[in-house]
């Protein structure tokens, strides 16, 4: 198990900078996950970790060993492909046999081992079938044993849960998770899937454009994201451009005055308010403004809701048990944005 | 692991084989006198000399000419037994030979060897209008160069294509060079060969394609060679015969000798001498209706239609030599399937 | 700060590289295939010493043969593509649009033309549509004609040999283009209300175009470069290649050289138009479902669609079947009969029993051997490189290893000829014309693209995850390479091996101009029992040529599954 260190870390390719001056620490035994957008550079940080690519700066220690350029056969790591790469050709006992002949692990022992490993991720027995006769996700679970039996200090995932349907992915994460607490083995877990991320890691970064922007737990991001564009990405959100009236108080477009809790401003600024809408207030009893439902959407347990006033536009989500009767087009409703609940930028 | 074991294994087979040559001497012979005629004469040479195996290749007399050209700085072949006469005067020329004096050079009409060494005649061949026997009587065939030329025989005439054949062009150029001798001009004798081309059917590819053609009675006269023709008689029972043109025929000396740079040059000799002695030459005489060149054979140990002489017409050789490729090219560029 | 190429190239240099053998691969090439072309490039404008384009002059004359052969090939192969074309094209379309009966035999014997090499079909054709051939006698005989109402000859012969030999080109690639095609784009044009032939004219050819039109360059080049038609059946019709082979025979190799430099830009031209349209072709690559057969439902139209078919089959088999006829007739017993009438195994037991025939026999398969494996190591490895690699030279060395595919065989026998006349430090002084090597080294240079294009193609559908997987699993670079790559890639690589060494073993066009007593091969040994009227032996060794074709043929079609 390892501790992963990445200081000031770039990969340029020919006039894409994939990864930009990235940074950060991961302990032994942690969950760490890569999360944003396509085409943010997480692959790219990935590989690096691998071996696969070079950074064209920066360093990348395990530990305390500067292992910026070796050799990926020599890093220790295990990896799990977005598609697996299962060698075709080998069953899947000897998909997961590779690593060990590989590494001349004595002929019994790699059965055994085979085996133990299989079994790890429910598949004992299956050693003899050919890996194209599997499902996606055993076929997952075959690349999850194949990378974890020669026991790597850290763990590579890259979306290993992008090619499974909606309900084997809760399943699947789920055991991903417990074998890799039971191993506490150190994981690094890329995905665009801002759930995955915030229900599984222990911390995580968020990507834009090869730059890390945030670091911390999953509440730390999804409670104060640093930048509009983590809040909006890690779920959906009102945003308000405001202008600073005097400390503590700002005014919306269409002279609408609130509170917010930061008395630090100063006047004049112009600022922007994120706010999620299941924050936002609604029925009041003492409204900032009065909107106009202009959009409902039946979710199941929820309406979501989409109010204006004047040019402001706001979705909120009521719970039926808060609604007292059936919402419609063309209903006021007052509105309430709790300055506790809303992040300035 | 299978690939290299594969690798190793056909390269194992590949060492085996080439040693199972290697423990007797080759001695490579380039030939065109056909398959049965050369593996007797082989088996035989191979018997009185077991340690060396010998190789004959059989080709067209071109063809031979032409691949020991091509071998010049690489001679893979040491004796070239077979085609006329200006073929190895050419390859003379063009020190593609080594002289060689055979024991019997006193037994052979100058004409029908090199002044210097380089080549000696082994057969006189007569070319000859051949015709297929089951569509045509001895008496119904063409009788002299001339009748060929009738309007009667348009489109029944089958010709090998002559680039690649030492017969046909011995035929053509003699054409050339009787008109020459009757004291006519060139173009005279090109008029001769456009009169032919008008009355010709279809030209053959090569030799087999000609006696397929004859045989099967595509056409139904050609021209050709005695031996070959009678050959195909006796072997295949084609419904071949022949005609001596009544005006005499070009008759083309077929020659031996050795390839310069050849290997085993003493043995070459030797297959040399072996072919071309007397008892050999009677025996090609009876089995494969070849003429010998030499003079100091017994008329009586000779077939008897052998006995009488061939009404022959002189061929300046040396004239040949020169010109045929020019005259060849002219007429194939020039003259044939011009008159259609 | 470095730039950005040279560190992508550091971070390949983590994988599997054998570095210093690309540069071997580039020498290879650079001696079997530049080198012999720009020589003979170079002493086709040597005249007496002294440069000159006095041969190039010749060439150009309007009174001269050359130009009427050039016509010749030209002509031949135009008129080739269109027949082929026909063909081929309307062979697809019964096959993709029409329900037939016993389709899956029928397409088997849809491409029977494939598994006949190329002087042995020719052969076939004689004995069988030649003025004396099985199918004109019948005819003369069945009406009591005088003579043969109809035969093949000259030109026309040609042409329905190319066409028939070549129409399957036509057909493969077409039936393709029909699979690829998504069938929803017809139904759409049938919903908007389009006519049977609108929908023929503005939807399905404009989808087969790009199909259509590689196959004609492809054709177009390949027709261009026959030498066997044109050779046994040409009689009195010039083409190219016949013309540079008859230019040799009459040992004048300048004007051979000037004929043959003269080929082979034209067949490069052509190579260069092929790679262009084939990019065009490969493009339209969306995939759709593919659109149902037509079903035929009268029974009347059923019958006739199966009558058709029967003919059909017949027609492409009647080759082989003429093969197998004649390979148990005793030699020369076939004159004037309609068919042979005595027959044996004679031929059969002499291929095997007979040293003298069976040699040429082991003598094809171990230069196709040896040939095909250099084949195979060069072409992986370039393949590797260029599509694993990203090898910045690849591009050059994939030109080099293309160029071969253009030029005609019987140039690469002249420009062989030409350079190994003497010796050289690559082949440590040895003459190679007139020895063993020069016919391998033939092969190698002419099938080199066959299986690079097959390698090509496996590479680019590897994955490239499945060896990263394997290197960071820990296995070392040669590791690697051998249980994962190379097992990946090996179907496909080995389907293209399997076809080099079919071509080899029959090759006929370099190997009339290159063997010699130590490697006779198979094809020379046909053409001499041809000239020795022995029918039934060469029929027997081109009976067995085909089996072998075939058996490998499967076999490699097994393989690429
Ligand atoms: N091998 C490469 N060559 C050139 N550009 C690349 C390469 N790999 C990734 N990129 C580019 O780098 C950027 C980041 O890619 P990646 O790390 O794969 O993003 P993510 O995994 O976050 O979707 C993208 O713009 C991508 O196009
Ligand atoms: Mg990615």
């Known amino acids: ?345 | ?340 | 700060m470095q730039n950005s190429e040279q560190k992508r190239a550091l971070s390949i240099s983590d994988k599997t590289n054998f570095y210093p053998l690309r540069w071997f691969v580039l020498l290879i090439l650079g001696i079997t295939v530049v080198y012999p072309l720009l020589h003979l490039l170079d002493r086709s404008t040597v005249v007496d010493g002294g440069r000159s384009l006095r041969n190039y002059l010749h060439f150009w004359n309007w009174n001269a043969p050359f130009l009427d052969a050039l016509w010749g090939s030209v002509w031949i192969s135009v008129a080739s593509v269109f027949f082929a074309g026909i063909i081929g094209v309307s062979l697809a379309f019964l096959f993709e649009r029409v329900d037939l009966p016993a389709k899956s035999f029928l397409s088997a014997v849809a491409t029977l033309p494939i598994v006949l090499p190329p002087l042995v079909g020719v052969v076939a054709f004689v004995f069988l549509w030649g003025e004396s051939g099985i199918i004109p006698r019948f005819l003369q005989f069945a009406f009591e004609l005088s003579a043969p109402p109809f035969y093949l000859e000259g030109l026309s012969a040609i042409i329905f040999i190319h066409a028939y030999s070549f129409y399957v080109y036509f057909f493969l690639f077409t039936r393709a283009a029909f699979q690829r095609m998504d069938g929803a784009t017809i139904e759409a044009a049938q919903s908007l209300g389009a006519s049977y032939f609108t929908i023929l004219a503005r939807v399905i050819f404009p989808q087969l175009r790009p199909a259509i039109s590689s196959a004609a360059i492809l054709v177009f080049m390949i027709s261009m470069a026959s030498f066997s038609a044109p050779f046994l059946f040409g009689g009195e019709y010039r083409v190219l290649t016949v013309e540079i082979y008859n230019s040799k025979l009459q040992g004048d190799m300048p004007m051979a050289m000037t004929q043959s430099v003269m080929l082979g830009v034209i067949s490069l031209l052509f190579l260069f138009l092929n790679l262009q349209t084939e990019s065009e072709a490969s493009g339209t690559g969306q995939k759709g479902v593919p659109l149902p057969p037509r079903p035929i439902q009268r029974v009347l139209y059923r019958r006739i669609a199966l009558f058709i078919a029967v003919v059909v089959s017949l027609i492409l088999a009647s080759p082989h079947l003429t093969l197998l006829l004649l390979s148990f007739a005793q030699n020369g017993s076939w004159t004037s009969q309609i068919i042979p009438e005595t027959f044996t195994l004679a031929n059969y037991t002499s291929l095997f029993f007979n040293h003298k025939v069976s040699e040429p026999i082991m003598n094809s398969s171990m230069m196709a051997v040896l040939a095909t494996t250099m084949n195979f190591i060069i072409a992986l490895a370039a393949a590797f490189w260029i599509t694993q690699r990203r090898w910045r030279a690849g591009r050059v060395a994939e030109v080099m290893i293309m160029i071969p595919w253009a030029i005609p065989g019987t140039v690469v026998a002249i420009a062989l000829i030409v350079v190994f006349n003497t010796g050289h430090w690559f082949t440590a002084g040895a003459i190679l014309v007139g020895s063993f090597w020069i016919l391998p080294l033939a092969y190698f240079i002419r099938h080199l693209p066959i299986v690079y294009r097959a390698a090509h193609a496996a590479f680019s559908r590897l994955d490239p995850f499945q060896e990263e997987a394997a290197l960071s699993l820990g296995g070392s670079a040669w590791l690697t390479f051998r249980k994962v790559i190379f097992p990946a890639v090996r179907p496909g690589v080995m389907a293209g091996v399997l076809l080099a060494m079919v071509m080899s073993l029959g090759e006929f066009v370099s190997s009339i101009l290159l063997y010699t007593f130590t490697n006779r091969p198979i094809s020379m040994a046909i053409l001499n029992e041809m000239r020795l009227l022995n029918l039934g032996t060469a029929a027997a060794y081109g009976v067995m040529l085909t089996i072998i074709i075939f058996v490998i043929t499967w076999l490699a079609n097994r393989w690429d599954e």
């Open chain 1, 1 to 345: 198990m390892a501790r992963v260190r990445l200081q000031n870390v770039s990969k340029a390719f020919d006039t894409v900078q994939a990864v930009d001056n990235v940074s950060f620490e991961v302990k032994e035994g942690e969950f760490f996950s890569l999360l944003g957008p396509s085409g943010c550079g997480k692959t790219t940080t990935l590989r690096m970790l691998a071996g696969f690519e070079t950074p064209s700066a920066g360093s990348i220690f395990f530990n305390d060993t500067n292992v910026t350029t070796a050799k990926p056969q020599h890093r220790n790591v295990g990896m799990v492909f977005q598609n697996y790469a299962l060698f075709a050709h080998l069953s899947v006992g000897e998909n997961v046999a590779f690593g060990l002949r590989a590494r001349n692990v004595e002929k019994h022992e790699i059965a055994s081992r085979v085996s133990r490993a299989l079994a790890q991720v429910d598949l004992s027995g299956l050693e003899n079938r050919a890996v194209s006769a599997l499902s996606g996700g055993q076929q997952q679970r075959v690349a999850l044993a194949r990378a974890l039996v020669v026991e790597p200090q850290i763990l590579l995932l890259d979306e290993p849960l992008s090619n499974l349907d909606a309900k084997l992915r809760v399943e699947t994460r789920e055991r991903i998770r417990s074998i890799q607490k039971k191993l506490g083995i150190t994981t690094f877990y890329v995905t665009h899937d801002q759930e995955e991320a915030l229900t599984q890691s222990d911390r995580m970064a968020v990507f834009f454009n090869g730059k890390c922007e945030q670091i911390g737990t999953p509440r730390e991001i999804f409670n104060q994201p640093v930048s509009r564009e983590v809040m909006a990405f890690l779920g959906r959100a009102n945003f308000f451009q405001a202008n600073v009236v005097e400390p503590g108080l700002v005014r919306l477009p269409g002279d609408r005055q609130i509170k917010i809790n930061n008395n630090e401003i100063k006047a004049g600024t112009q600022i922007t308010l994120g706010i999620r809408p299941h924050h936002v207030e609604l029925y009041a009893r003492e409204p900032n403004f009065v909107g106009e439902v202009s959009k409902v959407t039946y979710t199941g347990a929820f309406e979501e809701l989409v109010l204006r006033a004047d040019e402001l536009q706001i979705e909120a989500v009521v719970s039926f048990q808060n609604a007292g009767e059936k919402i419609q087009i063309g209903d006021t409703i007052p509105v309430k944005l709790p300055p506790e609940k809303l992040t300035i930028f």
């Open chain 2, 1 to 340: 692991m299978r690939l290299i074991r594969n690798f190793v294994l056909v390269f194992s087979l590949f060492l085996l084989v080439t040693a199972c040559n290697d423990n007797k001497t080759t001695l490579v012979v380039y030939t065109t006198h056909g398959k049965e005629l050369v593996e007797e004469f082989v088996t035989d040479f191979e018997k009185k000399n077991p340690d060396v195996r010998v190789y004959s290749i059989d080709m067209g007399s071109q063809d031979a000419l032409d691949r020991i050209r091509s071998e010049k700085a690489n001679p893979q072949a040491s004796v070239w037994w077979g085609a006329p006469a200006p073929l190895f005067m050419q390859a003379a020329t063009e020190s593609l030979l080594v002289a060689y004096q055979p024991t019997w050079s006193s037994a052979i009409d100058s004409a029908y060897r090199d002044e210097e060494n380089f080549w000696y005649g082994t057969f006189l061949t007569p070319e000859v209008i051949a015709f297929n026997s089951e569509k045509l009587s001895k008496e119904s065939a063409p009788q002299d160069w001339d009748d060929l030329l009738t309007p009667q025989w348009r489109d029944r005439i089958v010709i090998r294509s002559p680039l690649a054949s030492g017969t046909m062009r011995a035929i053509f150029v003699s054409r050339i060079t009787e008109s020459l001798r009757r004291g006519g001009t060139v173009e005279e004798g090109f008029n001769w060969l456009q009169k032919l081309d008008e009355n010709t059917h279809s030209y053959a590819a090569d030799q087999t394609m000609l006696y397929i053609k004859l045989a099967r009675g595509e056409s139904e006269v050609t021209l050709w060679n005695m031996p070959d023709i009678m050959l195909q008689h006796n072997v295949n029972n084609y419904p071949f015969d022949y005609i001596m043109p009544k005006s005499g025929t070009v008759i083309v000396t077929d020659c031996i000798a050795l390839v310069r740079g050849g290997q085993h040059q003493q043995l070459a000799q030797k297959f040399y001498e072996f072919v071309t002695s007397k008892d050999a030459l009677i025996q090609q005489a009876h089995k494969y209706y070849r003429i010998p060149a030499r003079h100091d054979i017994d008329m009586q140990s000779l077939p008897e239609w052998m006995r009488e002489p061939i009404k022959a017409i002189p061929m300046d050789w040396k004239l040949f030599a020169e010109k045929s490729n020019e005259w060849m090219r002219y007429w194939d560029e020039q003259i044939r399937n011009r008159g259609k």
